[in-house]
């Protein structure tokens, strides 16, 4: 799923990403369905930094804050892949900066692990 794609609905994600391995040997999957690791299709929008399939994907209904079987988010997995303006349309959307995966780390915690001075600034400048 390039994330420069111009998806023009639902199901044009949801079909592309029925042959990933997330969801391979299942039926597509429907937009909250928990693939392998418990990785719904806004987890795989948001790895990619896919902006566009995560507006599409939150405005079919899409839960921002489900959490894959590390208590991972949508939100942390864009933060550790470094993709900030897929970090800052989740925050736009509602996404829970208060999250904590099952390792105890918050959003921002990851940015600061990783490094990604931009998206730390960016989360940290959310809490004022």
């Given at each position: 799923?390039?994330?420069?794609?111009?998806?023009?609905?639902?199901?044009?994600i949801?079909?592309?990403?029925?042959?990933l391995?997330?969801f391979?040997?299942?039926p597509?999957?429907?937009?909250?369905t928990?693939g392998g690791?418990?990785n719904?299709?806004?987890?795989?929008?948001a790895?990619?930094?896919?902006?566009?399939?995560?507006?599409?994907?939150?405005?079919?209904?899409?839960?921002?804050?489900?959490?894959?079987?590390?208590?991972?988010?949508?939100?942390?997995?864009?933060?550790?892949?470094?993709?900030?303006?897929a970090?800052?349309?989740l925050?736009?959307?509602?996404?829970?900066?208060?999250?904590?995966?099952?390792?105890g780390?918050?959003?921002?915690?990851?940015?600061?692990?990783h490094?990604?001075?931009?998206?730390?600034?960016f989360?940290?400048?959310?809490?004022?």
């Amino acid at each position: 799923m390039p994330s420069a794609r111009n998806w023009q609905n639902v199901d044009e994600i949801l079909d592309e990403m029925a042959d990933l391995p997330e969801f391979m040997g299942e039926p597509r999957p429907s937009i909250n369905t928990p693939g392998g690791f418990g990785n719904r299709p806004l987890k795989v929008a948001a790895v990619r930094g896919d902006v566009r399939a995560i507006d599409i994907l939150i405005q079919a209904g899409a839960e921002i804050d489900a959490r894959n079987e590390d208590g991972y988010t949508a939100l942390h997995h864009a933060v550790s892949q470094g993709h900030l303006p897929a970090v800052q349309r989740l925050v736009e959307l509602g996404a829970s900066l208060d999250a904590v995966t099952d390792d105890g780390f918050t959003p921002l915690q990851e940015a600061e692990i990783h490094k990604f001075d931009e998206i730390v600034a960016f989360l940290s400048h959310q809490r004022i």
